[in-house]
């Protein structure tokens, strides 16, 4: 896969090399339902895996007995977890094809589920969720679409493994599927596909499968390669919150004053209008800078530099929107979110709370309810969430936010919340409303 | 002025720029007093080049700091000082020797230099007060990197501990730290060995010479090429002889091993890598040879 075409030129293959796009996915799959397997399979067949990696992962397979190599030890993790055997934490992977670089946030089966996987989804294009075909969509497999969907991970891709071990039925095929499409209506998933496979023999996961004539799909691999992720990116709303002000205090720069960001959201120009938030004073784009470039235009996610024609007040933790479309500077935000951390979340709890560059105090005004990622019921009568458990609830924070919800805009939808004392981030939410 | 693509799509590249330039910047506006800990490979010479475009026209707003072994190569250190003059950054070097003098660290013989690196390096940070320290490591390194997040905390010993890390969701860093503790932070995490050669290529940037492929009197040690050099005596039984090489790696010239190689240009390098079957410290690193875990053991007592 990963050999370029032959006979291509230095400047040719250099060329390809950048233009070769990013998608960042998620995997979640219960345990034995042979995400290792797959993911050892995928960095196999891209020929991401050295030639030691390979012996050593044959030595130990070949010293515990096994009559294959054991593809799941590629991807093992710190030794504390080898010797327990379970993955305990996110894994991030990487791999490429000729037309794209993949990072694989590997999101382990069961200790500390939710947390892992809210996580390894919060940056993920697509959700790679593993079924035993055996089983079935069991509550697992529902967990993890819920949460994708929660997280708004755009594409979804249902991978039916173990296909050999039912005979590449068919029957069993369409059954997972329609029940999964049944499910998923309930779901806020865009994109899905459901592909039979079989991460052990490699059936339908770089090459189709010759075992499955009647399956007519993409492999996984050429799903992957092919998703189309470009549009999932708000290219309207123009949203730059001020990361950092750039004044280099030099003769040769003396008056230059740039606000270094990260695009959120929109394409910004220069001489387009702009307000700066919360202040709300009005300029105009004076010039947007990379490095030693001007560019003639800014989207998400590049990192670049703005300057303003006029000499308006602007800091760290400020939001540059467009005058006719701009968040309301906001206190109370109501929010689904996810709780990290054994003490639970209660009411009247105060807790720190980083906003794109933006960082408060916020005050839990109420939980109104948890929900059952199994189930999506909610429970009403708890005033509490606990570890891994996810729900609403509504904060009042100290200064306004410069926020849209969660299901527009990814990046300034979102917050984490931080426990003072400790210091450890011990939530996830992602903002339905805010006023 | 550059166009941009008319499609609105960044190149992965570009796209690992972006987030790294976002990790450096955000650093520096909420630490207090980072400083990026230099190595002179690659990797850092890159980070070097992402800080400088984070904060241009402005200086990079933080010292650079190195860990002299004793034992560095000379085209390395010759790279570190054109990098530190045109950029105008503050240089601070932390010594080896020093530190075996001062009695900060025990060199026993047998421990490498390396090793003697860590206490060094945590002294360093310790006498600084660096609140906040960049690192090249890459999460396609090594397995025990695979989960290392972009900050990592560490405690007041320095240490690393897998299950007091933070969870890093969307692009929100936590940079919260108590007094004494600091944070070691991974600008690069999501590069790999290929990306950081192409960006290297792309950009024209300058690395130590020993990267390209050059003659060298070189003898075999433990299955590794290793440089002939004062600090590093023939035993016997061994011989040098000059052979076309190459350095994946930089590091303590006596551990580090070399390649043979034709490849004396970025995009031989890259040709080459792109069909190497073996990872850059299984065939370059003496020190993480000795266990699977070696890596991660350091890792805990704060090497990384
Ligand atoms: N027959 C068969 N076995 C598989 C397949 N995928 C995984 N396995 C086996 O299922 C077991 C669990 O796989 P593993 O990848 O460790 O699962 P994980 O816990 O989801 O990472 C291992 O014994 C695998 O060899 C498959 O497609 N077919």
Known sequence: MSDSPTGLTQAQKAEQVRSMDLLRFATAGSVDDGKSTLIGRLLLDSKSIFEDQLEAVEATSQSKGYDYTDLALLTDGLRSEREQGITIDVAYRYFATPTRKFIIADTPGHVQYTRNMVTGASTADLGLVLVDARQGLTEQSRRHAVILSLLRVPHLVLAVNKMDLVDFSQEIYEKIHAEFTQFATKLNIPDLEVIPISALQGDNVVTRSEKMPWYSGPTLMHHLEHVHVASDRDLVDVRFPVQYVVRPKSD?????????????????????????????????????????????????????????????????????????????????????????TNEPLRPRQKLAIKHTTRSARALVKDIQYRLDVNTLHRDQDTKELGLNEIGRVQLRTTVPLLCDPYSKNRATGSFILIDEATGVTVGGGMINSAS | MTETHADYQLSQLDQLEAESIHIFREVAAEFEKPVLMFSGGKDSIVMLRLAEKAFYPAKIPFPVLQVDTGYDFPEVIACRDKWVSRLGVRLIVASVEQAIADGIVVDDGKTSRNRLQIGTLLNALEEGSFTAAFGGGRRDEE?????????????????????????????LYNGRIHEGEHMRIFPISNWTELDIWHYIGREGIEIPAIYFSHQRRVFQRDGMLLTESDFNPLRTGESAEERTVR???????????????????????????????????????????????AMEDRKKEGYF
């Not at chain 1, 933790?317 to 500077?329: E, F, Q, V």
């Not at chain 2, 397995?143 to 890093?168: C, T």
Request: net charge negative; glycine share 8%.
């Open chain 2, 143 to 171: 397995k025990a990197r695979a989960k290392e997040r972009v900050y990592s905390h560490r405690d007041e010993f320095g240490q690393w501990d897998p299950k007091m890390q933070r969870p890093e969701l969307w692009s």
């Open chain 1, 252 to 340: 040769e720069h003396h008056d230059y004053r740039g606000y270094g960001g990260m695009v959120a959201g929109g394409v910004l120009k220069p001489g387009d209008e702009v307000v700066v938030l919360p202040s709300g004073m009005t300029s105009k784009i004076a010039g947007i800078d990379l490095f030693d470039q001007e560019v003639s235009e800014a989207f998400p996610p590049m990192s670049v530099t703005v300057r303003l024609e006029d000499d308006v007040d602007v800091s760290r933790g400020d939001m540059i929107a467009r005058p006719a479309n701009a968040p309301k500077p906001s206190q109370d935000i109501d929010a689904m979110v996810c709780w990290m």
């Open chain 2, 247 to 293: 350095f994946r790696t930089v590091g303590d010239l006596t551990l580090t091993g070399c390649v043979e190689s034709e490849a004396d240009t970025i995009d031989k390098i890259i040709d080459e890598i792109a069909i190497a079957r073996v990872t850059e410290r299984g065939a370059t690193r003496g020190d993480d040879r000795f266990s699977e875990a």
